[in-house]
T-cell receptor, first 112, second 115 residues
Framework: NAGVTQTPKFQVLKTGQSMTLQCAQDMNHEYMSWYRQDPGMGLRLIHYSVGAGITDQGEVPNGYNVSRSTTEDFPLRLLSAAPSQTSVYFC???????????FGPGTRLLVL | DAKTTQPPSMDCAEGRAANLPCNHSTISGNEYVYWYRQIHSQGPQYIIHGLKNNETNEMASLIITEDRKSSTLILPHATLRDTAVYYCIVRVVNAGGTSYGKLTFGQGTILTVHP
């Protein structure tokens, strides 16, 4: 299986534009989450989902929306991009929240 | 989740064992020790985890002290491809609560393996 996949790998946006970062997993994992990583810093949790139809906020949710209509997909939406959202975004999944999480390769976002 | 303390950087010669320490003096009884690493520009990669017994897998060994206040990740024969940032994470594994899935990444240890 492919594990956790993310698209696009790299994106440039202008301030105020919206976009959706895609995340998919083929491991039938119930738990999925989004993190952002800024230069020289650790990862910070944006949103997470414990199953289809269930989402909740992490520590830095402002400016982002998520939905979970299927077990496989967990897209992250930027409603109105700001330069402060320039970052690398990682999606992760696990069978259950308390089990080992596996990360995707990341999406590098530059907001001008 | 308990805080962890790791040295900011370490060096290791290729072929030698790399021993990465981690202090977690406030760890609770239901918290596991997890290790991840992040090779430049890639997503974090799971290495190993444990509760109180020493653990070994194909990548590494994890030694946890008897009082569980510190641990050491051992890469037995480091290669150049092991150069990465290594994160020691302590997390609650029991179900329940709104943050129990969260992984708290600190600054980690930059391991540089040189020829």
């Amino acid at each position: 299986n492919a594990g956790v996949t993310q698209t696009p790998k790299f994106q440039v946006l202008k301030t105020g534009q919206s976009m959706t970062l895609q995340c998919a997993q083929d491991m039938n994992h119930e738990y999925m989450s989004w993190y952002r990583q800024d230069p020289g810093m650790g990862l910070r949790l944006i949103h997470y989902s414990v199953g289809a139809g269930i989402t909740d906020q992490g520590e830095v949710p402002n400016g982002y929306n998520v939905s979970r209509s299927t077990t496989e997909d967990f897209p992250l939406r930027l409603l109105s991009a700001a330069p402060s959202q320039t970052s690398v975004y990682f999606c992760a999944s696990s069978r259950l929240p308390q089990e080992t999480q596996y990360f995707g390769p990341g999406t590098r976002l530059l907001v001008l | 989740d308990a805080k962890t303390t790791q040295p900011p950087s370490m060096d290791c010669a290729e072929g030698r064992a790399a021993n990465l320490p981690c202090n977690h003096s406030t760890i609770s009884g239901n918290e596991y020790v997890y290790w991840y690493r992040q090779i430049h520009s890639q997503g974090p990669q799971y290495i190993i985890h444990g509760l109180k017994n020493n653990e070994t897998n194909e990548m590494a060994s994890l030694i946890i002290t008897e009082d569980r206040k510190s641990s050491t990740l051992i890469l037995p024969h480091a290669t150049l491809r092991d150069t990465a940032v290594y994160y020691c994470i302590v997390r609650v594994v029991n179900a329940g609560g709104t943050s129990y899935g969260k992984l708290t990444f600190g600054q980690g240890t930059i391991l540089t393996v040189h020829p």
